[in-house]
């Protein structure tokens, strides 16, 4: 199997569908715990000042809201998860015990819920896209500030706007950070979230997934709006995904600076690429 050529094909059969949710399951756990949850909360300097101010009112604990919570967002449900939300904050609960005690639980719980089969990975991507969501509208999703260019490459990954498919974009990133790389996997769901995410960080590479043809349209314009609003004047955005085994096109012709439709080649192709600047 082609990891990179799996990104987000909807053609495949139910059985290699189910093959590739057990491969990536506790890939997937991992992003959750690891990486999603810290980049929702901003962990790394915002969680500890929250703690300690909550500290002095006594130990956080769990709002018992998380779990109608978890499941609006697994639903898809926006309007009941944010009435969640607001009603926390009627109560005078902060925007951090609401990211402490609120989202951190729901997140992990939604992780419980899937390394025990009890929802899909349709619903698990619902439920953190909804979280991330909920994050942007509260105003904590750049609270750490950019971060700055260093020795190693910087890798953000995400799926064009339209499409949350998330299982082989777990695979690909693990290639990345097996060579080294670190690697960011955006869950935004729309354009504007995605220039928001680029322009707060520096990155090196973007890469997009493109699962549909109807995605292709709208491609030269957001890739020419992500550079425009990189922190990065210089960053390299390459694409892939089922589409380009589909259609074979030029990546100068949707403004990209190459097209892989394979994990393992893209990796020592995007380390050339991101040296030859």
């Not at 790394?44 to 929250?50: E, G, K, N, P």
């Not at 609120?102 to 819920?113: E, N, W």
């Not at 949350?164 to 670190?182: M, P, S």
């Not at 043809?213 to 425009?228: A, G, H, T, Y």
């Amino acid at each position: 199997m082609s990891e990179f050529n799996g990104l987000g094909d909807q053609s495949h059969g139910f059985t290699q569908r189910g093959n590739m949710q057990e491969e990536c399951k506790d890939s997937l756990l991992a992003v959750i715990e690891k990486q999603i949850i810290p980049r929702l909360l901003n962990a790394q300097q915002f969680f500890h000042a929250s703690t300690k101010v909550l500290n002095m009112d006594g130990p956080a604990e769990a709002q018992p809201e998380f779990l109608p919570f978890t499941q609006h967002c697994i639903k898809g449900d926006p309007l009941n998860a944010n009435a969640v939300v607001d009603a926390l904050m009627a109560r005078g609960v902060t925007h951090d015990r609401i990211f402490l005690e609120l989202i951190t639980p729901a997140a992990r719980h939604l992780g419980v819920l899937w390394e025990q089969d009890l929802c899909d990975f349709t619903q698990v991507t619902c439920g953190l896209a909804l979280m991330h969501q909920i994050t942007y509208r509260l105003g904590y999703e750049f609270q750490s500030g950019p971060q700055d260019q260093g020795d190693k490459e910087r890798v953000m990954l995400a799926c064009a706007p339209g499409s949350q498919h998330f299982l082989g974009l777990t695979i690909v990133a693990d290639f990345f950070r097996n060579a080294g790389a670190e690697v960011v996997l955006e869950i935004s769901s729309t354009r504007d979230e995605l220039l928001r995410a680029v322009a707060n960080e520096w990155f090196d590479v973007v890469g997009i997934s493109v699962a549909i043809e109807s995605q292709l349209q709208s491609l030269p314009l957001l890739i020419q709006s992500l550079r425009e609003s990189s922190g990065n004047p210089k960053v390299r955005i390459v694409l892939g995904g089922p589409i380009f085994l589909l259609h074979e096109l030029s990546p100068k012709a949707l403004g990209a600076d190459a097209i892989f439709t394979d994990a393992r080649e893209a990796v020592t192709a995007i380390k050339r690429l991101v040296r030859s600047k």
